[in-house]
C-alpha cells in the first residue's frame, strides 16, 4: 500500500492533523493511527510489515481496520496498480440550464480606471448602448434556458450601468412579470463605481432589492491611484460621499466592496479597516491583479507575496472575530469557508458558459462578462440560441485535466484550473491553467483549512449562520 498525495492532504495544527480528501472535499480528524498508517505508507509499504511497525503500539485489528478505512477513500491505494488520482465526472455538456444573464448595457464608462480589462471601453458620449429588443431577447433566451430553476438572475454590466438607467427600468418591468407567470422569480444585481448614485436611483433598487456592489480601491490615496476620471483626475471624494448616502438610505440587502490590487497597492490591511470600519460595507473582496504587466499594473512576486502575508494576518483577525460570533467581512477568507463548508467540487473553475452567459450590445452570447469586446468567439446570439455544439467543446477542453498539473494538484476541485480571462490576459489562451500562483492558492487553501477546522471545533454556529445569511444576501 502507497498514501497517494493526489487523493489526500494532512494538514498540521497544533496538537492535531487533519486529513483532506480532495476527490469530494471532505476534512477527517485524524487520530494517531491514522496519522501512524499515513506515514508509514508514504513510501509504500505491505500492509503485514506496517502492522509488524505498528504492533508496539495499537492493535493488529485497528491497524487493519485503519487500512481498510484509508483504502476505502483511496488516499491508500495498491502501489501496483499506479497511484490514480480521482476527479469529478465531468458534466454531460449537451444542455444549458441558465441561471444568470450578464447585460452589457453599455460599453461607455465615464471614469478611466488604468487597470480596466474591458476591450470595448469607450468614454461615455462613444459610449454603445445595448438596446431594448436585445435585452428583451436576453430575458427570453434566459427564461427558455433556465428550466427546472426555481430562481433566475439578471446581472447588469457596462462600462459603468449606471450610464443606461433607462434600459435597466425597462428590463426589470419586462422580466419580473414573465418570470412570474412561469412560476419563477428573479433576482437583479450591478456592480457600480458609484459616482451616479442619487436618492432616487437608491430608493428604486432598494424596492427592487437589487444586489449592489462597488467597485473601489480603498482609501483617498490609494483609490486615486487608479480610478480617475476620464480627465485623469482622483474619484475618491465623489465616491466615498455616494457610497455613505447608499450605506445609509439602502436597506434590502448587504452590499459589499470590491477591490482591485495592482502593482505598488498591497497596504490591504488599511484598506479593508477603511471601507469596512471606515465606510460601513458588509463585505470586502480583492482581486490581485497578476494577468499582464500593462504599464505595471501587475503585482509583482514579491508583492503578491506581501499580500498573501496580508491575508493570512487578516484570517487570523475574522478567525478571532468568528470564534465570538461575528464576521468582519473578508470576502476572499469567507468564500473560501464556504467551500469547504459546503464540500464545494468544482470541474470548471467557474460558471461562465454553463450557469452563465455574458451578453454585448449587438446580442452575442460571451463566455461571460469579462468577454465582452474580445477577440474570443461568442457562443451564439439571442437570437439564433446557444452555439451548443461549439461551447459544448470549449467546456470540455476545460474540464480536461489530462496532461496539466490540475490532474493531480491537491486544490483541483476548489480551484479548477483558474480564471479563464485571467489566463486569456496572461497567456492568450483561456484554457492556459493559472499556474503563476498555483503555490500561493495551495497554501492559502491549507490556512483556509486551519482556521475552517478552528471554527468547528469551537464555534460551529458562526458557520451555519452566517454562510446562510451570505447565501441569501447574493
Excluded at 144 to 161: K, L, M
Aim: glycine share 10%.
Amino acid at each position: 500500500m502507497q498514501f497517494n498525495p493526489a487523493n489526500g492532504h494532512v494538514v498540521r495544527l497544533p496538537g492535531r492533523s487533519l486529513l483532506f480528501h480532495v476527490p469530494t472535499s471532505a476534512l477527517f480528524e485524524l487520530d494517531d493511527l491514522g496519522e501512524a498508517v499515513i506515514e508509514g505508507t508514504r513510501g509504500g509499504a505491505e500492509p503485514q510489515a506496517l502492522e509488524a511497525g505498528l504492533a508496539g503500539r495499537f492493535a493488529a485489528s485497528e491497524i487493519r481496520a485503519c487500512i481498510e478505512r484509508l483504502a476505502a477513500l483511496e488516499v491508500l491505494q495498491d502501489v501496483h496498480h499506479g497511484r490514480g488520482a480521482i476527479n469529478p465526472r465531468a458534466p454531460d455538456i449537451t444542455s444549458y440550464p441558465l441561471s444568470t444573464i450578464v447585460l452589457n448595457v453599455n460599453t461607455g464608462c465615464n471614469l478611466g480606471c488604468r487597470y480596466c480589462y474591458k476591450e470595448d471601453l469607450a468614454t461615455p458620449k462613444r459610449g454603445e448602448k445595448m438596446s431594448f429588443e436585445v435585452a428583451a431577447r436576453s430575458v427570453d433566451l434566459l427564461l427558455a434556458q433556465s428550466a427546472g430553476r426555481e430562481r433566475i438572475g439578471i446581472v447588469f454590466f457596462g462600462g459603468e450601468p449606471l450610464t443606461n438607467v433607462p434600459l435597466i427600468h425597462q428590463v426589470v418591468d419586462y422580466a419580473r412579470p414573465k418570470a412570474e407567470a412561469s412560476g419563477r422569480s428573479v433576482d437583479f444585481s450591478l456592480t457600480t463605481n458609484a459616482t451616479l448614485l442619487d436618492e432616487e436611483l437608491i430608493e428604486y433598487f432598494d424596492s427592487q432589492r437589487f444586489g449592489l456592489s462597488v467597485s473601489i480601491d480603498g482609501p483617498k490615496a490609494i483609490h486615486d491611484r487608479n480610478r480617475r476620471t476620464v480627465g485623469g483626475r482622483g474619484t475618491y471624494e465623489v465616491v466615498s460621499r455616494k457610497v455613505r448616502m447608499l450605506l445609509e438610505r439602502y436597506r434590502s440587502k448587504a452590499v459589499g466592496a470590491r477591490v482591485t490590487l495592482t502593482g505598488g497597492t498591497t497596504e490591504v490591511e488599511a484598506i479593508h479597516a477603511h471601507l469596512r470600519d471606515g465606510l460601513g460595507f458588509h463585505e470586502v473582496g480583492y482581486a490581485p491583479v497578476t494577468a499582464g504587466d500593462t504599464e505595471g499594473l501587475a503585482l509583482s512576486p514579491e508583492e503578491l507575496g506581501e499580500v498573501y502575508a496580508a491575508f493570512e494576518r487578516m484570517g487570523q483577525s475574522y478567525l478571532e472575530a468568528a470564534l465570538a460570533g461575528r464576521n468582519t467581512g473578508f470576502s476572499n477568507l469567507h468564500q473560501l469557508m464556504t467551500d469547504l463548508h459546503e464540500g464545494r467540487r468544482k470541474t470548471l473553475p467557474c460558471g461562465a458558459g454553463v450557469g452563465l452567459l455574458a451578453v454585448d450590445r449587438q446580442g452575442g452570447l460571451n463566455l461571460c462578462h469579462r468577454f465582452t469586446g474580445s477577440e474570443l468567439p461568442t457562443f451564439g446570439t439571442v437570437t439564433e440560441g446557444i452555439a451548443g455544439e461549439r461551447l459544448g467543446a470549449f467546456l470540455r477542453q476545460a474540464a480536461d485535466r489530462e496532461g496539466t498539473h490540475c490532474a493531480t494538484c491537491r486544490i483541483r476541485n476548489l480551484c479548477a484550473g483558474g480564471c479563464y480571462h485571467e489566463s486569456y490576459t496572461r497567456y492568450g489562451n483561456p484554457h492556459h491553467r493559472t499556474y503563476h500562483y498555483c503555490s500561493l492558492l495551495r497554501r492559502w487553501v491549507d490556512y483556509g483549512i486551519r482556521v475552517y477546522s478552528e471554527i468547528v471545533a469551537r464555534n460551529p454556529r458562526f458557520l451555519n449562520a452566517h454562510i446562510e445569511t451570505r447565501r441569501a444576501i447574493g
